[in-house]
């Protein structure tokens, strides 16, 4: 049963009190009021982005960012938690459409069929706890570099996990654990699915062919994304983006009309929420790998796997609900990264996304600003639930 948020209900965020419906958002409004056909369109980031924009180096220069002394990630690799039941997470993941890779009595590894040896580790422990996501860097140097951070754990090497490779723990101005790892070996390759053909109006490619499909999980892909909850929104900022080459891609701000008010656009405005990826040059990243958004509690939103396409999706939408989870907010189309979104509760009630069809971007994509006011969060689906707000 999928729980929502009465429809004209509001909660406040950001300050405001935000509708929690998609109508009111303006999504369900045609533009200028008269009723057309909806209509989609694939367009440059340039014009998606409009002119609220700056270009990365010039945001990193104003912003006293220097790349050339950033540790480099080279790519997200996978979600650490504790949890009190090992048996019932481990259930719910291979229903969400993971593998175990490796266990002990106590840690358990799970895989998805990408380059990773694991997506997802898990630790018995007795209370559920955030162990931070977990990040590649692209050498040892990077590890070391990581390690005269203050709050850093020493250099460990992992031992028993699949791939081996070593390890450093920080923590971030509130707290959060961040961890960077360096020598996995790649995993390997596995089977991917098949591309299905598509027919739409004018372009039929699918003659005298047929789409079938399994009922299942929908199976994971990789690690996609991850984003926290946080108070100190603009210490935070500084901190990921001065130590390691995280971009931001889209900043949400609401209005400041007061002198004191400061944004890393320059503008009257206060940031209130950062997507960011991972900045690897030239080379096309997902839109977002990790985002902040300002709250009144500190802790972990959510993280969310990547799969093939949306029938995988809808159909391990379907799994999850007949074994009896609880949605959480999906399947819809976000705008900010494009994904399909689908997110669900975890039995010990973490919140865990499948995606399918995001964005991409490189070093050219502009950081963007949009007004969190006229909040963007998808363009069809369910309403926003309140909890996916808090
Ligand atoms: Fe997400």
Redesign the pocket.
């Known amino acids: 049963m999928v729980q929502t948020a009465a429809p004209n209900v509001s909660y406040e965020q950001w300050g405001e009190k935000r509708p929690v419906t998609l109508d009111a958002a303006g999504a369900l409004e045609t533009p200028d009021g008269r009723v057309k056909p909806n209509t989609g369109q694939t367009i440059e980031d340039l014009k998606a982005i409009g002119d609220e924009s700056e270009s990365l180096a010039s945001w990193q220069s104003r912003n006293g960012i220097d790349p050339s002394r950033q540790i480099k990630i080279v790519k997200v690799s996978h979600m650490r938690y504790q949890h009190a039941d090992l048996d019932v997470i481990v259930k719910f993941l291979i229903d969400f459409g993971m593998c175990i890779a490796h266990k002990t009595d106590d840690e358990i590894w799970f895989r998805g069929y990408g380059p990773d040896q694991y997506v997802y580790y898990a630790r018995r422990g007795t209370e559920k706890k955030f162990l931070g996501g977990a990040f590649e860097v692209e050498t040892y140097g990077d590890l070391e570099k990581a390690a005269t951070i203050p709050g850093a754990s020493d250099i460990t090497e992992m031992k028993e996990a699949p791939g081996g490779g070593h390890i450093v723990t920080l923590q971030d101005p509130e707290g959060f654990l961040v961890n960077l790892i360096y020598g996995q070996t790649p995993a390997p390759q596995s089977a991917f699915p098949q591309k299905v053909i598509y027919n739409n109006v004018h372009d039929k490619p699918r003659i005298r062919k047929f789409n079938r499909f399994t009922p299942g999980p929908a199976a994971v892909h990789k690690l996609g994304?991850f984003?926290l909850c946080v108070q100190n929104f603009d210490a935070m900022v500084e901190w990921y983006t001065k130590n390691f080459n995280f971009a931001p891609t889209d900043f949400l701000y609401v209005p400041m009309p007061n002198d004191d008010a400061k944004s890393t656009s320059g503008k009257k405005i206060k940031d209130v929420a950062v997507f960011t990826h991972i900045d690897r040059g030239e080379d096309p990243v997902d839109h977002h790998t990790f985002f902040m958004t300002t709250n009144k509690t500190t802790h972990v939103h959510?993280c969310?796997f990547e799969v093939h396409d949306y029938d995988t999706q809808q159909l391990g939408h379907q799994w999850l609900a007949k074994e009896g989870y609880t949605s959480v907010w999906g399947i819809g189309r976000h705008i900010l990264g494009s994904?399909i979104?689908d997110?669900w509760w975890t039995p010990d009630m973490n919140m865990i996304?499948h995606?399918a069809d995001g964005d991409l971007v490189n070093k050219d994509t502009p950081v963007g600003w949009g007004s969190a006011g006229h909040e963007s969060l998808a363009v069809w689906g369910p309403e926003v639930p309140q909890w996916f707000l808090e």
């Open positions: 994304h984003g959510h969310s994904q979104f997110y996304e995606y």
